[in-house]
Structures are given as structure tokens and as C-alpha cells.
């Protein structure tokens, strides 16, 4: 997720800036840490089982490294709502702005903290599901990011800041719910940024699916030239579908391809599995011959 650094070019005096916090806004990051050079977030991510009427208080620790140099800044926590698109692009919305959000459920705080290198601040989150909820996955996230100094410039000198965030992602489940992954389809597209795998999927369950794929590409003299094993994708939202872009190494010259690929999607089925005939033409186009989709 992201962080929040202050980052200060001193056009007049040519100094150069220093990124205080690293950013990256990662899309549904790992149950782990997530940290870059900067501020970390530990965990990056929460997923929370309460029945209607319930509740539950959760937290993470927003943690500075240390440094050679002291460091200081002051953080302010909002919510936000968020959501993924077909394309598997994230976005970031006013909290209560979507149907399934989570955030008028949440309370939160510090809504600010001031923090040096070295130090942790943990964060507290209470979660009250009211009676009404039906069974489903709710979400909301918690924004952090750096105040700008209030300090304004000197005569004769400009600031140009750049702002990072953080972002904090948490799931409240309201049971019962199941997820149910399903393979569509697999194909090649080449563009002007090379050939990519194309994997796309959908979720006609209530609960998200988290898929891990693996594939294989194969040329017309069944040789390996391309191969990526239990990857992790995109979070796969309830009743959703997805579309994931895998870059292939190197360069494919135009010819016929087989692609073999599985999708694991701990929903609890069985593993899918897709092999597909291609043909990648000169111009970038592709034809798909006889191929199928099948559990396995």
C-alpha cells in the first residue's frame, strides 16, 4: 500500500528532493506487513467474521524504521471505500459511497499521529455490524498519509510537494457466505509493450476468492518458452468478473502456441485447468483454436 512522504524540490536553491516515505498502492496486498524504504504497515490487510448485531475490534501498527538521520512527521488517518474493475484496476471512493461498504460500521483511531524513525503507533478499529446486515463480504480501508509542512516558503523560493498514501484494506464478513471461482478463458494478446497472458475469470459466489495461477507456453515444436507457477492474482470480489494481464518475458515471434494454464482458487472446488491453441499473428493479432475450459 501506499506511504506518505513529503517529497520537497527546492527549484531556486537546485537542491535535490528526498522521499521521506516510499510510495505503492498495491492492490489488496498480503496478510503480512506491507513496507517499503519508508513507513510500514503491519498488517497491511484484516479480514473480520461478525454475525448481525455483532462486534469486534481489530488494529494494525503503522511502523517507522530507523534512521541514521532523525526523521518526524505527522499522519492523518481517514476512511475510504474502494473497489477493483473488470481490469483489475483499483480505485478509491468516499467511505459509504458504495453498496457493500463497510465504513459506516467503523469507528477508528488516533485520526492522527505524530511519529519518528524508530517508533510504532498502533491503530485501533471497532467494527459494529448492526441487525439488519445481510449475510456477505462488506469492505472499507483506513488512508494514511503525511500533513504538508504548514511552514510556507521563503521569499524567492518555490516547493513542489508530492503526496503518498498508504492504504490499510478490511473485509467484514457477515456469514454465511462461499465463494465460487471459475476459469473463462486464457489467450495471448500482443501489444506495443509486448505479448501478455490473458486470464480472465469470475466469481459467482458471496464471499471473494483470492485465485493463484499457474501457467505454461508452449511452441509449435512443444518446447517451453514462456512458464509462471502459483501466482497470486488479484483479489476476486464476490458476483465479479476479472480480467488479469500476465507480461511474458522476452519476445514471442509470430507462430502457433499452446497455452496450459490452472487456477487454484481456495473457494473449496477443484482446480481449474485451460489449454488453449493460438496463433499470434505478425500484426498482433491471435486466433483461438480448439480449447477448453475443465476442472481438474
Known sequence: MSQVPAMIIRLLDLVTAVLLLAPGLPADPGPGAARTAGLGLNPARIEVEILPGGEKTVGFRIESPP?????????????????????ANVSYLDPGSLPDSASPWIVFSPAAVNISSGESQLVRITVRVPESARPGVYRSGILVQERPPATPPRPGEHLLYFRFRYAFTLYVIVPPVAGRGELLDVRLEAGAGGVALVCRMQNTGSRHVRPRISWSIRDGEQQPVAVLKNKESTVLLPFSTMTVRFPVAGSLPPGRYEIDAQVDFNDGGSLQAARRAVLLAADGERAAAAGTVKPR
Open 67 to 87: 534512521s541514521d538521520a532523525p526523521v518526524q512527521g505527522r499522519l492523518m488517518l481517514s476512511l475510504t471505500d474502494w473497489n477493483i474493475d473488470e481490469q
